[in-house]
C-alpha cells in the first residue's frame, strides 16, 4: 500500500517575512500616503562654520506644495538609485574585492595558523583572541561580507572541544559587534555624518570604547554561557575537515595580507588626513582589489571575472540602499521631512535629552526590522534625525552615534538580515537555537551601549 502524504510542515514565521525590497517599497507606498495626512511644511535654515543648521522655532506650513501623482511612486525609485549612486558603488567594489581575498585562502590560512601556535588547550583565550579577530573582520571588512568565513570558526570551536554553536556564536557576534559599532564604518558612520556634515569618522573615541567593551562581554559572555549550553550537534556540525597542523601561510598568502592590511593603513590616512570619502575609499578598494589579484597570479581578465562574481553577490544589498533612497524622494518632493522633524521635537520637548538618543536608538532598531540596510537607513532617517539633534540639544555626533547602534546590532536578531540568516546556516545552527544563544547577550549589550549614549551626551560627546 502506498503510505498516505504526510501533510506539508508549515514554515517557520521568520520565513515568511517578504523580501526586505518587498518591506521598502511597502514603506515607500505608506510613505506616499501620508504625504496627503502630513502637512508640508519648513523651517529656516542657516549656514554656520561649513553646517547648515535648523532655527529653532522657525517652523512654518506651507500651502503651496502640489500633490504627489500615484506614478511619482515608481519614479521615485530610479531617482532614489541616481541619488544612492555612491553608495552602490562602493557596496559592488567591495563586494568584488572581498571575493577576489576570500578566494586566496589567505584570511583563512591566517586565522587556522593563529589558533594550531596558541595550543587548543587554551580554550578561553582562543575563543576570547577569535572573538577580537572576528570583530576587527567586522569593523574592517563588513558584514555580508564576511559570511564564508564562518565555517571557520566552527572548525576552531570543534577543535577545541566545543560544539558549533560556540564558533557560530564567536564569528557571528564578533562580525555583527565589529560591523555595529565600528568606528572606520563607511555604511552607516561614513554616510550618516557625510549627511550631517560632520568629518568622516570623526568622534571614533566613543564608538571605539563601545567596541571594545562589547567584544569583551561577547567573549566572557561566549566563555561562561554558550560553552557549557547544552547542543545537539548535527553529524556534520564541524563544518570543515581540514585540521588545525595542517594550514601553513605561504609568501603569497603573507603578500596578500600585507596588501590588504597596508591597503586599509592607506585608506584610513587618506580618510583622516585628507579628507577622502566615498568615492576615494571606493577607489582604494578597486585598488587593493587589483593588487591582490595580481599577487595571486590572476590575469587582467581573472581579476575582472572575479570582481564581477563578487559584485553578483552583493546585488540585492545595493538595491536595497536605491530603494531606500526613494522614500527620501517622496517625503522632499512632499516636503513633510522638517513637519516630522517637528511633531517629534514638540513630543520629545520634555524628554531629558540622553534618553532622547536612547529612543533614536530604539527607534532605529525597529526601522531595520523592515529597511536592512544600513546605507539606506542613513539616507531615510538621518535628515529626520539630524535636525531633530539639533532641536531638542544634544550633538549630531551621539545621535549618529545612537543611530549606529540601533541600526548594527539588531543585525544580529532580525529575521530580515539576510546575512545573518546565511551565516547562521553555514555554522549549521538554527534560527531557533541562534535566538536562544544570542538573546541574553543582546540585553547586555543594548543596556552597555544606553549607558555609553548617556557617558557620550554628559561628557559633551
Request: hydrophobic share 55%; with cysteine; aromatic share 8%.
Amino acid at each position: 500500500m502506498t503510505p498516505a502524504p504526510t501533510p506539508d510542515k508549515p514554515s517557520p514565521w521568520y520565513r515568511t517575512v517578504p523580501d526586505p525590497m518587498v518591506l521598502i517599497f511597502i514603506i515607500l507606498v505608506a510613505t506616499y500616503l501620508l504625504t496627503f495626512v502630513i502637512p508640508a511644511g519648513e523651517f529656516e535654515r542657516v549656514t554656520e562654520a561649513g553646517r547648515t543648521l535648523v532655527v529653532p522655532e522657525s517652523f512654518r506650513y506651507l500651502d503651496d506644495v502640489a500633490a504627489i501623482a500615484p506614478f511619482d511612486i515608481f519614479v521615485a525609485i530610479p531617482q532614489g538609485l541616481i541619488n544612492a549612486s555612491q553608495y552602490l558603488f562602493i557596496v559592488f567594489i567591495a563586494g568584488g574585492l572581498f571575493h577576489i581575498l576570500q578566494k586566496t585562502g589567505a584570511l583563512e590560512n591566517a586565522i587556522g595558523v593563529a589558533v594550531n601556535k596558541v595550543g587548543v588547550h587554551r580554550r578561553n583565550l582562543i575563543i576570547t583572541v577569535g572573538t577580537f579577530i572576528y570583530g576587527f573582520f567586522g569593523v574592517a571588512v563588513g558584514y555580508e561580507n564576511n559570511i564564508a568565513l564562518v565555517p571557520i570558526a566552527v572548525l576552531i570551536a570543534s577543535a577545541i572541544g566545543c560544539s558549533s554553536l560556540v564558533g557560530t556564536t564567536m564569528a557571528v557576534g564578533g562580525i555583527g559587534v565589529g560591523f555595529a559599532l565600528s568606528p572606520i564604518n563607511p555604511y552607516t558612520v561614513g554616510v550618516a555624518q557625510g549627511i550631517a556634515e560632520l568629518p568622516t569618522f570623526s568622534g571614533a573615541w566613543l564608538r571605539t570604547l563601545l567596541l571594545l567593551c562589547s567584544l569583551s562581554l561577547l567573549a566572557l559572555y561566549i566563555c561562561k554561557r554558550v560553552v557549557p549550553m547544552p547542543f545537539k550537534e548535527s553529524p556534520d556540525a564541524a563544518g570543515m575537515s581540514r585540521p588545525l597542523n595542517e594550514y601553513t601561510l605561504s609568501r603569497r598568502n603573507l603578500a596578500t595580507l600585507a596588501a590588504f592590511v597596508g591597503g586599509l593603513a592607506v585608506m584610513l590616512y587618506g580618510v583622516f588626513t585628507r579628507g577622502w570619502y566615498i568615492n576615494e575609499i571606493a577607489a582604494m578598494f578597486l585598488l587593493m582589489a587589483i593588487v591582490i589579484g595580481a599577487l595571486n597570479g590572476l590575469s587582467p581578465n581573472g581579476i575582472v571575472a572575479r570582481l564581477i562574481e563578487g559584485a553578483s553577490s552583493v546585488t540585492a544589498g545595493a538595491m536595497v540602499i536605491g530603494l531606500a533612497a526613494s522614500i527620501q524622494v517622496i517625503l522632499n518632493e512632499a516636503s513633510i521631512i522638517d513637519t516630522i522633524v517637528f511633531g517629534l521635537s514638540g513630543l520629545l520637548s520634555g524628554v531629558p535629552a540622553a534618553l532622547t538618543a536612547i529612543l533614536a536608538s530604539v527607534l532605529q532598531g525597529v526601522i531595520n526590522l523592515f529597511v536592512p540596510s544600513g546605507s539606506g537607513q542613513a539616507l531615510v532617517t538621518m535628515p529626520i534625525l539630524i535636525p531633530l539633534a539639533d532641536l531638542v540639544g544634544i550633538s549630531r555626533q551621539l545621535m549618529i552615534t545612537a543611530f549606529q547602534v540601533g541600526d548594527g546590532l539588531t543585525n544580529l536578531i532580525i529575521p530580515t538580515s539576510g546575512g545573518m540568516l546565511a551565516m547562521i546556516a553555514l555554522g549549521r545552527v538554527s534560527y531557533e537555537q541562534w535566538l536562544k544563544a544570542i538573546l541574553p547577550f543582546m540585553a547586555m549589550v543594548y543596556l552597555l551601549s544606553f549607558a555609553g549614549l548617556v557617558l557620550g551626551h554628559v561628557v559633551g560627546y
